[in-house]
């Protein structure tokens, strides 16, 4: 007899599990494609303790870098759900993805297990009879024609329960073996998915698909008359998320071989990757006989035994949640994609409805502007006056500003008696109080704009359209209603004067500048000075040469001095000239206030006046394509993780 110890690793915790078997049983039970035994050479102590310290490390890495993976990832997760907007097909994703989360929850206690491999199929396909011959001896019943296995029964070593991989001890029955096979794995004989039964409680489908969440490998078998089965593809399309797949096609020593015709049928959703031909009652009864596996049954034991232990139990259950986490995002993707085209349709009716208003609005206050532009066209003259500076030209403007108030201290100067004086002081009062309400008036100009085009039967026009989109996209009829557009009507319209008051302002700030930049002062000063330059020639021309110099100097006979007649001729010109000129720029100054008018109220069409209205609305679409956004990320998230992570044995399936 010679001993030996088979190592394990679990979590880094190093098992040493002894054995003793003859040489040659050990030479009749290895399995083929196990490939040869590492040779026992002799070394020292320091040799054994680093190999011991790195068989210590790089498991326990794999496993921290796993849990590192899983935490990030759940919790990026986590925060996408709870951003979901209340719109149904998101407040589902939420759901599915909080079911996910526990799924995550399941796959931590399971990641220091070992692998969970279950059979799949129809009644009557041999999952039974193929678990036996995986574990070398009959360990569960076996029947052809119905229906055997009632229950999940879970075949494990002595030391593992139930409970240690997730799994309701009370939901399976438990058969605890001392097997080689069953060193790193666990193996689950699965109830038949294609019965008669509904997934009610205490069925046999119940039972499947409590169970299936749990398992890591499935092993799918079928046969020559079951491989079409749609109950099975239903289950197995249900189960296949989430788990790796390994297809076997039993009763080899019965039935011709469809493994090409089943690998077209599952191609289109399935990636099969190898698919076995087994004889599970010949395997058995060679492995009664002490004999090796022959054929490809000794490939899928090789595949069970050796490829899926150590590291690859990691890699296939990261495959595995990734997988689940995939196909769990698309169905988000699907669900959202199916209901977001009313949602868009919301935001291009937002957007016509507020271009209606707005132009309403904007017309309107153009018409208010117009109005009131002589108001506004002395307040533009105000500021142009005061910013031309000390000149001749800018004196005439003042005088021109200034005139009625010039007349009315005219007249008080003229006033004699007490009575004059009464009555003068009742007109200036009246024009104060006319100056003072037209003054108001230029400032309310914006609220009665704003009160003169929202009324109650437009908003409620809108807020009908607006519902019926909202209603379609399964949004609340609460943020469409007429409260709520109506609220928010009245808080644009507050917003909209404020903006108006700060944009007229600086609109007439900006029209004073440019009206009083250098070129504009100096043509025309230089045109008013050109005028008192002809009177002030002619004066001293007539002054000092003809009547005085031209006598002296070349006896010349004398001019008469101009008299009052000329005087009051030369006033009467100058003073025409200055209403020219006073007329070109004010001319000049009503049509940029037009054009500055009409440019603000074109900005006003352009919706930006009737933003604040449908906000919560805007706000909820804008919550859904955030929200999509995010999925889209969250998706390309994990397509980087697959290739930087890789994936499991390529001799597995799994589901496209």
């Given amino acids: 007899m010679e001993d030996f110890f088979e190592t394990h690793l679990h979590s880094g915790v190093r098992r040493h599990i002894p054995r003793a078997i003859s040489t040659q049983q050990a030479h009749r039970r290895r399995p083929v494609g196990h490939g040869r035994r590492r040779q026992l050479e002799p070394h020292d102590g320091r040799s054994a303790t680093v190999c011991y310290s790195l068989g210590m490390v790089r498991p326990e890495l794999a496993h921290l870098e796993l849990l590192a993976?899983?935490?990030?990832?759940?919790?990026?997760?986590?925060?996408?759900?709870?951003?979901?907007?209340?719109?149904?097909?998101?407040?589902?994703?939420?759901?599915?993805?909080?079911?996910?989360?526990?799924?995550?929850?399941?796959?931590?206690?399971?990641?220091?297990?070992?692998?969970?491999?279950?059979?799949?199929?129809?009644?009557?396909?041999?999952?039974?009879?193929?678990?036996?011959?995986?574990?070398?001896?009959?360990?569960?019943?076996?029947g052809r024609q119905r229906p055997t296995t009632t229950r999940p029964t879970l075949i494990c070593r002595p030391e593992i329960s139930p409970a240690a991989l997730g799994i309701d001890p009370k939901s399976v029955e438990l058969i605890q073996l001392d097997l080689p096979m069953l060193a790193d794995l666990v193996l689950i004989d699965c109830p038949d998915p294609d019965t008669a039964e509904e997934a009610s409680a205490d069925t046999n489908l119940a039972r499947l698909r409590q169970i299936l969440p749990h398992c890591d490998v499935l092993l799918v078998t079928t046969t020559q008359q079951k491989y079409r089965s749609a109950r099975v593809a239903d289950e197995l399309a249900a189960a296949a998320s989430g788990a790796r797949l390994v297809f076997v096609q039993t009763h080899a020593d019965v039935d011709d071989d469809i493994r090409e015709d089943w690998t077209d049928v599952l191609g289109k959703q399935y990636t099969t990757g190898q698919v076995f031909l087994v004889d599970s009652p010949a395997a058995l009864a060679d492995a009664r006989e002490g004999l090796a596996p022959r054929g490809p049954f000794a490939a899928l034991v090789d595949l069970l035994t050796r490829q899926l232990a150590g590291k690859a139990a990691t890699r296939i259950r990261r495959a595995n949640f990734l997988d689940l986490v995939e196909q769990t995002l698309a169905s988000c993707r699907a669900r959202i994609d199916e209901q977001i085209e009313p949602v868009g349709r919301?935001?291009?009716?937002?957007?016509?409805?507020?271009?209606?208003?707005?132009?309403?609005?904007?017309?309107?206050?153009?018409?208010?502007?117009?109005?009131?532009?002589?108001?506004?066209?002395?307040?533009?003259?105000?500021?142009?006056?005061?910013?031309?500076?000390?000149?001749?030209?800018?004196?005439?403007?003042?005088?021109?500003?200034?005139?009625?108030?010039?007349?009315?201290?005219?007249?008080?100067?003229?006033?004699?008696?007490?009575?004059?004086?009464a009555l003068w002081g009742v007109v200036q009062g009246a024009r104060t109080w006319q100056r003072h309400r037209q003054e108001k008036a230029v400032d309310q100009s914006a609220d009665r704009a704003v009160a003169g085009c929202w009324d109650q039967a437009d908003l409620r026009s809108a807020a009908l359209i607006l519902g019926g989109h909202a209603t379609e996209a399964g949004f609340s009829?609460?943020?469409?209603?007429?409260?709520?557009?109506?609220?928010?009507?009245?808080?644009?319209?507050?917003?909209?004067?404020?903006?108006?008051?700060?944009?007229?302002?600086?609109?007439?700030?900006?029209?004073?500048?440019?009206?009083?930049?250098?070129?504009?002062?100096?043509?025309?000063?230089?045109?008013?000075?050109?005028?008192?330059?002809?009177?002030?020639?002619?004066?001293?021309?007539?002054?000092?040469?003809?009547?005085?110099?031209?006598?002296?100097?070349?006896?010349?006979?004398?001019?008469?001095?101009?008299?009052?007649?000329?005087?009051?001729?030369?006033?009467?010109?100058?003073?025409?000239?200055?209403?020219?000129?006073?007329?070109?720029?004010?001319?000049?100054?009503?049509?940029?206030?037009?054009?500055?008018?009409?440019?603000?109220?074109?900005?006003?069409?352009?919706?930006?006046?009737?933003?604040?209205?449908?906000?919560?609305?805007?706000?909820?679409c804008t919550r859904i394509d955030q929200f999509r956004n995010d999925l889209a990320q969250l998706e390309q998230h994990i397509t980087g993780l697959r290739k930087r992570l890789g994936t499991s044995n390529g001799e597995l399936g799994h589901r496209h």
């Fill in 346 to 421: 919301i935001g291009t009716a937002i957007e016509e409805q507020r271009t209606v208003l707005a132009a309403r609005l904007s017309a309107q206050m153009r018409s208010e502007l117009l109005t009131s532009r002589r108001q506004w066209e002395n307040r533009l003259l105000g500021q142009v006056a005061s910013g031309w500076g000390l000149s001749p030209f800018s004196l005439v403007l003042r005088v021109f500003q200034g005139l009625g108030s010039l007349l009315a201290a005219r007249l008080l100067w003229r006033a004699r008696t007490p009575a004059q004086m």
């Fill in 69 to 142: 993976e899983v935490d990030a990832l759940v919790e990026r997760l986590e925060r996408w759900a709870d951003a979901a907007p209340p719109w149904p097909p998101a407040e589902t994703c939420r759901a599915m993805v909080q079911r996910l989360i526990g799924r995550a929850g399941d796959l931590r206690i399971r990641l220091d297990a070992p692998l969970v491999v279950a059979t799949l199929g129809g009644s009557g396909t041999g999952k039974s009879a193929l678990v036996n011959a995986l574990l070398g001896t009959e360990a569960v019943k076996t």
């Fill in 477 to 620: 009829r609460r943020v469409a209603s007429i409260d709520t557009i109506a609220a928010e009507a009245d808080r644009a319209g507050t917003d909209f004067v404020a903006n108006v008051s700060t944009e007229l302002e600086s609109l007439l700030a900006r029209l004073a500048r440019r009206h009083t930049g250098w070129f504009t002062r100096l043509r025309y000063e230089l045109l008013l000075a050109a005028m008192l330059g002809v009177l002030l020639f002619r004066l001293g021309k007539n002054f000092f040469y003809d009547s005085w110099l031209a006598v002296d100097l070349l006896d010349a006979a004398p001019v008469a001095v101009y008299g009052v007649d000329f005087y009051l001729s030369a006033g009467f010109w100058l003073l025409l000239w200055c209403l020219l000129l006073i007329w070109l720029f004010t001319g000049r100054l009503r049509r940029g206030l037009r054009r500055e008018i009409d440019s603000l109220a074109e900005t006003w069409n352009r919706s930006s006046s009737a933003d604040d209205i449908f906000a919560q609305l805007e706000s909820e």
